[in-house]
C-alpha cells in the first residue's frame, strides 16, 4: 500500500469518526450517516490497496 494512499484512507476515517462524534453533541442524523459513510469510504480505499499489494507479490 503506498504510503500517500494510506494516509488518505486514514484520514477519512478519521474525519468520519470525528464527523459521527459531532453528531452526537449535535443530533443531526444527516452527519452521522455522511461519518458512517466516510468510514465506510475508507475500509473500501484500503480494501482497493491490499488488493494492489497482492497483485504486485503475485507478478513478483
Known amino acids: 500500500m503506498s504510503l500517500e494512499n494510506k494516509a ?3 484520514a477519512k476515517n478519521v474525519e468520519g469518526k470525528v464527523q459521527e462524534a459531532a ?3 449535535t ?3 444527516n452527519d452521522k450517516a455522511e461519518g458512517k ?3 465506510g469510504e475508507s ?3 484500503h480494501a482497493a490497496e491490499n488488493v ?3 497483485v504486485k507479490k ?3
Open 52 to 54: 494492489k499489494d497482492e
Open 23 to 25: 453528531s452526537e453533541v
Open 43 to 45: 475500509k473500501v480505499r
Open 27 to 29: 443530533g443531526d442524523p
Open 8 to 10: 488518505k484512507a486514514v
Open 58 to 60: 503475485a507478478l513478483d
Open 37 to 39: 459513510a466516510k468510514q
